[in-house]
């Protein structure tokens, strides 16, 4: 016969495996944000209000609509740019890589 510890950490672990099972689509939106918050884009940016940076809500909305926007996103969070949200730059991002700028580019989209 199992011990009620032994019982309640079985069900502790399966519960903790379905949680953690959750869809691909809510895995990559945790995943850009983490992303978004280790590099430090959260620094200048916010997902919903604007303040250093575009809010990234606002990112998303004015792309929706162009086919190559993750792309154009990519090569922006990598090489940075000047004058399409106002006269303060964004950096280039030299530290992270492309598969990176690629993850934190299609989460940017998600956000509209």
Not at 39 to 61: E, I, K, Y
Not at 67 to 92: C, F, N, R
Request: aromatic share 4%; charged share 10%.
């Amino acid at each position: 016969m199992r011990s009620k510890s032994h019982t309640a950490l079985a069900a502790a672990v399966a519960l903790g495996a379905a949680l953690s099972a959750g869809s691909p689509a809510a895995n990559a939106e945790a995943a850009g944000l983490a992303l978004a918050q280790q590099q430090n884009c959260m620094s200048c940016h916010s997902v919903t209000r604007s303040f250093m940076g575009p809010a990234l809500h606002d990112v998303a909305a004015k792309y929706a609509g162009r086919e190559d926007a993750a792309t154009y996103l990519q090569h922006k969070i990598l090489d940075g740019s000047t004058g399409v949200w106002g006269p303060v730059p964004m950096p280039a991002n030299t530290q992270l890589t492309p598969d990176q700028a690629a993850t934190l580019a299609s989460w940017v989209l998600t956000l509209k």
